[in-house]
């Protein structure tokens, strides 16, 4: 029982991670209809510049109390983040919105290599350790042996407030109503007074804003950064949006949450099952497993997917 409460709270953890990350996929497959495969490395850009924003404070203001510098840092990897996915979208895919499918998809995949060896230029090849900014003592679950840290309720709860925030934002502003008139048609909605260039620019930008949130989570969970961080959890996070339904902002969430507690589950208990051998060493399959079975199975996911027909 302490074994499958451990590994739910795991997998929660990191399904929150997924999540935020699998929201940018969605939000910018259901306006567009393309695959950003550089969100990922958007990610590792938020992460890395996080790292640097809290080596300058410590060095600078080393009276901040820890807490403060984390939230200071991940405010100034957002905008980083923001303006790097602006820039991406202006140049890398704005050209290609009336290209063939396949055009943009390897223009992400071209980014994405841009990204990690920029990235491995300025920072270096090797793993950075990231400073542990918020509590990490455990803290046992109701005497079941189960143990949950400061720092993973934190994750989990700032990813509830991020995702709610964004769902409010999406369906009671002005700018969420543009994004979904713009998702339906960006034609009629640039008749009716709607920039589709704007909204387009501004869903990269929040999705990227969300993917520096993650990038900084994933940094503190882990405890280290590093320029090809961001490759595995991009996929996994697309992943997740599959199997949520794709263009579903509310499928990503529950696709986030439940591929990260099959991860953790099927992690755990087949570990232990093959003393190893498997379940620890190459949990990613369970991810790529659970696309497989999702495309064949039921391609438009558990809460389908919500992309107008644009015919």
């Known amino acids: 029982m302490d074994i499958f409460i451990q590994q739910l709270v795991n997998g929660l953890v990191l399904g929150s991670i997924y999540a935020l990350i699998a929201l940018g996929y969605t939000m910018v497959y259901g306006i567009l209809g393309i695959i950003n495969f550089a969100h990922g490395d958007v990610l590792m850009v938020g992460a890395l510049t996080a790292l640097s924003s809290i080596l ?121 109503r543009a994004m979904r008139a713009t998702a339906e048609s960006p034609r009629v909605a640039g008749l009716m007074g709607v920039n589709p260039n704007f909204v387009i620019s501004a869903t990269f930008m929040i999705g990227a804003a969300l993917a520096a949130v993650a990038g900084v989570m994933m940094a503190t969970n882990y405890g280290n950064a590093h320029f090809y961080m961001g490759f595995i959890p991009g996929l996994k996070a697309f992943t997740a949006a599959v199997l949520g339904g794709i263009g579903n902002l509310a499928g990503a969430m529950v696709g986030g949450i439940l591929l990260g507690l099959i991860e953790a589950l099927g992690a755990g208990y087949i570990g232990d099952l093959t003393n190893d051998i498997f379940g620890s060493n190459y949990q990613d399959v369970f991810a790529f497993i659970v696309l497989i079975i999702v495309l064949v199975f039921r391609p438009s996911g558990i809460m389908g997917e919500r992309v107008a027909d644009r015919a």
Not at 115 to 125: E, G, N, P
Not at 137 to 146: E, L, M, Q, R
């Open 56 to 176: 300058m404070l410590q060095h600078y203001m080393p009276g901040l109390p820890q807490w403060l510098t984390l939230v200071i840092a991940t405010l100034i990897a957002m905008p980083v983040c923001a303006a790097l996915s602006y820039g991406i979208e202006r140049i890398a895919y704005r050209p290609l919105r009336n290209a063939p499918r396949l055009a943009p998809l390897i223009t992400a995949i071209g980014v994405s290599v841009i990204l990690q060896t920029l990235a491995m230029i300025i920072w270096s090849r090797n793993p950075m350790i990231f400073p542990t900014l918020l509590p990490s003592s455990p803290i046992d679950i109701f005497d079941t042996g189960a143990v949950i840290t400061g720092k993973e309720i934190m994750i989990i709860i700032m990813s509830l407030v991020v995702m709610v925030g964004l769902l409010l934002l999406v369906n009671k502003t002005k700018l969420g």
